[in-house]
């Protein structure tokens, strides 16, 4: 526990610092998740530490598209599971997507760490640890997922994602979710739905637009999907980022 006076002009930054801090303590987060968030801050101050209006729009068409989906998969990494390990499970349960534990940086203790860890955060099936199939392209470590999870996953939300994973599950053929601050990143340039904002807004954002979206017709949300444009959010980010008044 620590106390982070709640007016302070960053209270809920140094809140998420710290649960990457705890993250790493408990064997959740790799140290280089340490420099991952980093780079987050940096992006996210320069946004204003707000979901843009074009990131808003982004959470709604991943919600359509996870709710669209024959079989979604929610990617979690270290990072992910120390930030929004609840607001995962409930944007699962929101959509009736799967969770796979899928790492950068694998190791088996980690990965078993991260599967218990979402169970406490009340996820009935985690999926990762059976790593009985293969992403194409990438070394052995790096490529492990499960046969009935991503690699059978026609959509798939991968927030953090390092830039060589992303191309990999894109070139799969699948649709790409890709949660990333940096717009510049090449995760993000490669997703079929960039969304510039902090994981820790994102989630919850889009279980509100799914609950939203979950009784509305077949044909409307393909058409809310159709009429996304990925290049167009990834120019506005970069505007806010160009115009950002910053305190
Ligand atoms: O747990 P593992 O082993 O799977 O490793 C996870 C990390 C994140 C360490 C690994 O995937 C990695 O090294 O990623 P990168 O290449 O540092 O990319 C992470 C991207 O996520 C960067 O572009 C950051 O700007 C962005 N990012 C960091 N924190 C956040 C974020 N985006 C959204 N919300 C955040 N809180």
């Not at 009340?122 to 009935?148: C, N």
């Amino acid at each position: 526990h620590v106390d982070v006076p709640e007016d302070h002009p960053r209270y809920e930054s140094l809140l998420t610092r710290h649960r990457i801090e705890a993250g790493v303590d408990r064997g959740i987060t790799s140290r280089q998740g340490l420099i991952a968030q980093g780079r987050g801050e940096a992006f996210d101050y320069l946004l204003g530490e707000r979901t843009t209006e074009s990131a808003d729009e982004a959470e709604r068409v991943a919600a359509a598209h996870l709710l669209l989906a024959d079989h979604a998969v929610l990617s979690v990494n270290g990072n992910v599971a120390a930030l929004a390990p609840e607001e995962t499970v409930t944007l699962a349960e929101a959509t009736g997507a799967d969770i796979e534990v899928n790492l950068f940086n694998r190791t088996a203790e980690r990965m078993q760490a991260i599967v218990d860890h979402l169970r406490e955060h009340g996820a009935t099936e985690v999926k990762g640890l059976a790593a009985d199939a293969r992403i194409p392209g990438l070394s052995h470590e790096r490529g492990k997922v499960d046969a009935d999870g991503i690699h059978d996953a026609d959509v798939v939300l991968v927030p953090l994602e390092d830039g060589d994973r992303a191309e990999a599950l894109a070139a799969m053929g699948k649709t790409e979710l890709v949660v990333d601050l940096n717009p510049g990143s090449r995760s993000a340039r490669t997703a079929t739905v960039p969304i510039v904002d902090n994981i820790v807004r994102a989630l919850p954002n889009m279980t509100a637009h799914a609950r939203e979206l979950a009784d509305i017709d077949e044909a409307t949300l393909r058409e809310v999907v159709e009429d996304f444009d990925a290049e167009r959010a990834l120019d506005d980010a970069e505007r806010e980022i160009r115009s950002g008044s910053f305190e």
